[in-house]
């Protein structure tokens, strides 16, 4: 009944929580309401039995949905003009997905509209409809190239949210009523309101530092080559080791005692090449595709995310991954530089690693 008449209840998802947790896939039976969940079951029935305070809607007017999300969760109100204010018509919250929950706070924002929508479209039905948000959707839709969110995600959401051509996005500046869901972290609510540009911030959330790059840094830069790698020994025995050398020599090379990984002996090589370039301006060249994607692609996306993939599982070679992204920060400047491996030519700035023959 709960389910059936959420629109009509303010906050219901927070208010419905302590009892959501007793209808898992482990749960008992039989159920004992106690403590919280016994409050949450009373204040659920107070609410079914008082009156609305949402008007209905009338199909002569468009409507305008504020969306917010906070805390993983998706909160919007559907409202309309009545009386020179917005009226609502419906509220609506969801928790966002484990993926969705991990993106930086302004493809959350992406997130909470597309759920929103899905919300709304049965009330709505094709009416016009402006959306207000507090980031610029739309834009990080069409010119944003981020690795945060696969290609299934990015369609998903521009077909809900770009696709309906009912649906006019705005940037929300004035007080966003989604906001005022009751909240013990209320308070933080006005960050959202800063001036921001949300395509620099999604950037910046990508990479481990701001100013690292992919391509070789100007003159007056140390060049640095480095490769790791896996072998099994004359007892058939697994043994990884690394190397960080210049053109002219080798800086480090070692086994690694109790590895048997190449992937772990690259991230290796590419922490000690950082470590042994503290304050330099320093081109990394690297063969390795999983080291090199670790630097400009994924590895920050998983730190934010705590390291864990989207099924909770912790993700492979974590704790060497956080070394190598605290290392990044130690040089001056950086460049960590994709080149191919065991290659006869010389044009090391793309195309050979002199590291692979250390």
């Given at each position: 009944?709960?389910s059936y008449c959420h629109q009509?209840?303010?906050?219901?998802?927070?208010?419905?929580?302590?009892?959501?947790?007793?209808?898992?896939?482990?749960?008992?039976?039989?159920?004992?309401?106690?403590?919280?969940?016994m409050d949450a079951f009373i204040?659920?029935?107070?609410?079914?039995?008082?009156?609305?305070?949402?008007?209905?809607?009338?199909?002569?007017?468009?409507?305008?949905?504020?969306?917010?999300?906070?805390?993983?969760?998706?909160?919007?109100?559907?409202?309309?003009?009545?009386?020179?204010?917005?009226?609502?018509?419906?509220?609506?919250?969801?928790?966002?997905?484990?993926?969705?929950?991990?993106?930086?706070?302004?493809?959350?924002?992406?997130?909470?509209?597309?759920?929103?929508?899905?919300?709304?479209?049965?009330?709505?039905?094709?009416?016009?409809?402006?959306?207000?948000?507090?980031?610029?959707?739309?834009?990080?839709?069409?010119?944003?190239?981020?690795?945060?969110?696969?290609?299934?995600?990015?369609?998903?959401?521009?077909?809900?949210?770009?696709?309906?051509?009912?649906?006019?996005?705005?940037?929300?500046?004035?007080?966003?009523?989604?906001?005022?869901?009751?909240?013990?972290?209320?308070?933080?609510?006005?960050?959202?309101?800063?001036?921001?540009?949300?395509?620099?911030?999604?950037?910046?959330?990508?990479?481990?530092?701001?100013?690292?790059?992919?391509?070789?840094?100007?003159?007056?830069?140390?060049?640095?080559?480095?490769?790791?790698?896996?072998?099994?020994?004359?007892?058939?025995?697994?043994?990884?080791?690394?190397?960080?050398?210049?053109?002219?020599?080798?800086?480090?090379?070692?086994?690694?005692?109790?590895?048997?990984?190449?992937?772990?002996?690259?991230?290796?090589?590419?922490?000690?090449?950082?470590?042994?370039?503290?304050?330099?301006?320093?081109?990394?060249?690297?063969?390795?595709?999983?080291?090199?994607?670790?630097?400009?692609?994924?590895?920050?996306?998983?730190?934010?995310?705590?390291?864990?993939?989207?099924?909770?599982?912790?993700?492979?070679?974590?704790?060497?991954?956080?070394e190598l992204l605290h290392a990044?920060?130690?040089?001056?400047?950086?460049?960590?530089?994709?080149?191919?491996?065991?290659?006869?030519?010389?044009?090391?700035?793309?195309?050979?690693?002199?590291?692979?023959?250390?």
């Amino acid at each position: 009944m709960v389910s059936y008449c959420h629109q009509c209840i303010h906050n219901s998802l927070t208010l419905a929580k302590p009892l959501l947790k007793l209808t898992q896939k482990d749960a008992l039976d039989e159920i004992e309401l106690k403590g919280d969940e016994m409050d949450a079951f009373i204040e659920l029935k107070e609410c079914m039995c008082r009156a609305p305070a949402l008007g209905m809607p009338d199909y002569t007017k468009p409507f305008t949905l504020f969306c917010h999300e906070r805390i993983a969760c998706s909160l919007s109100v559907l409202t309309q003009a009545h009386g020179g204010v917005n009226r609502a018509v419906a509220y609506f919250l969801a928790t966002l997905d484990p993926i969705a929950a991990a993106l930086p706070g302004c493809l959350r924002a992406v997130a909470t509209v597309g759920i929103s929508l899905s919300q709304s479209k049965g009330i709505v039905m094709g009416h016009p409809l402006t959306v207000m948000v507090p980031h610029s959707v739309e834009i990080l839709l069409t010119r944003s190239r981020t690795q945060h969110m696969t290609g299934a995600r990015l369609t998903r959401y521009e077909t809900i949210i770009l696709g309906s051509p009912n649906v006019q996005l705005k940037r929300c500046t004035t007080l966003n009523p989604a906001t005022l869901f009751p909240s013990e972290n209320a308070e933080i609510e006005n960050v959202e309101y800063i001036e921001h540009d949300c395509l620099q911030i999604t950037e910046f959330c990508t990479k481990p530092r701001p100013d690292i790059k992919d391509t070789r840094l100007e003159e007056n830069n140390q060049v640095i080559f480095v490769d790791g790698s896996c072998l099994r020994d004359a007892l058939g025995i697994l043994k990884a080791g690394y190397a960080v050398c210049t053109v002219t020599g080798v800086l480090e090379a070692s086994w690694l005692q109790g590895v048997n990984s190449a992937q772990v002996a690259e991230l290796v090589a590419l922490t000690r090449a950082c470590q042994l370039s503290a304050l330099m301006k320093v081109t990394i060249y690297t063969d390795s595709q999983y080291g090199f994607g670790i630097v400009h692609d994924f590895g920050q996306l998983w730190s934010q995310r705590g390291f864990m993939t989207s099924s909770g599982s912790p993700v492979k070679n974590g704790e060497r991954i956080r070394e190598l992204l605290h290392a990044i920060q130690l040089p001056g400047e950086v460049a960590v530089v994709k080149c191919s491996a065991h290659s006869k030519s010389q044009d090391y700035g793309g195309h050979s690693n002199p590291g692979s023959r250390c």
